[in-house]
């Protein structure tokens, strides 16, 4: 098949396939860079923050409501704001949300998925929205337009990015730590109920003013993203 080929292909979605799509967003082997990234967990092993589950479990939970749930506001609106048509507020958004991201590493790593998301879009499901929007979005609005050209609802984005905040380290701790995956999955069940709370949370609010969306800060992931990118020998990119 062409890259022609594959250009030309319908952009709408079939009815009906936004669980399907959601699925496919959320997959960590989507060639998007997510896989590559272990979510400022490398360094807490390495500074001696998380050692072991139960320093995971408290890692996992702080990550889902700080920059967990701010990722999911603003994916979720971001979601809404392609549903309606409005690139003007994707624009708005994307503002917002670097303004929230103080760390320069962590907005370099925002930008690379974003960039990267986008491109795997175009790839495997150009949609003619994608021309108009901002050419560097970072990664939850990136995200949250995704999801909205495949016909997912602002609702399942904010689960979608959710999935990916938690699940990339507790995957990531597997390789740092030699730890049993049975067990990292463990840790990820029972942030299940918290997880929804906070998409349920981050839908309700994928209409309001984007200045009024979440800004909850976590300054040592900020930290720790800072020292990782320093160093010169690493398994993950952050």
């Known amino acids: 098949m062409t890259d022609t080929e594959i250009t030309a292909r319908p952009s709408a979605p079939p009815a009906g396939a936004g669980m399907q799509a959601l699925l496919l967003l959320a997959d960590g082997r989507l060639p998007a860079g997510g896989y590559a990234h272990s979510g400022g967990l490398e360094s807490a092993v390495r500074l001696g923050k998380v050692t072991d589950l139960t320093d995971l479990a408290r890692f996992l939970t702080g990550r889902a409501f700080t920059g967990g749930a701010v990722s999911a506001a603003f994916a979720a609106a971001a979601c809404r704001a392609c549903l309606d048509d ?40 150009p949609h003619p929205l994608q021309a108009r929007l901002p050419r560097r979005l970072d990664h939850p609005i990136a995200f949250g337009a995704a ?26 701790v597997v390789k740092l730590m030699s730890v049993d ?41 900020d930290v720790v993203a800072e020292h990782h990118a320093a160093q010169g020998v690493r398994l993950f990119a952050s």
């Not at 999801?147 to 699940?167: C, D, K, S, W």
């Not at 349920?200 to 994928?206: C, I, K």
């Open 86 to 125: 409005d690139v003007a507020r994707v624009a708005r958004l994307d503002a917002e949300y670097r303004a929230r991201t103080p760390s320069p590493a962590l907005r370099a790593v925002s930008q690379s998925l974003g960039r990267q998301l986008m491109r795997a879009l175009t790839a495997i499901a």
């Open 147 to 172: 999801a909205a050209m495949l016909g997912v609802q602002p609702l399942e984005a904010a689960r979608g990015i959710l999935h990916e905040t938690v699940t990339g380290p507790a995957m990531a």
């Open 181 to 221: 995956p049975f067990h990292a999955h463990r840790v990820l069940a029972d942030l299940l109920g918290p997880l929804d709370e906070i998409a349920v949370a981050a839908a309700a609010g994928a209409t309001s003013d984007p200045a009024d969306l979440p800004a909850y800060s976590a300054p040592l992931s």
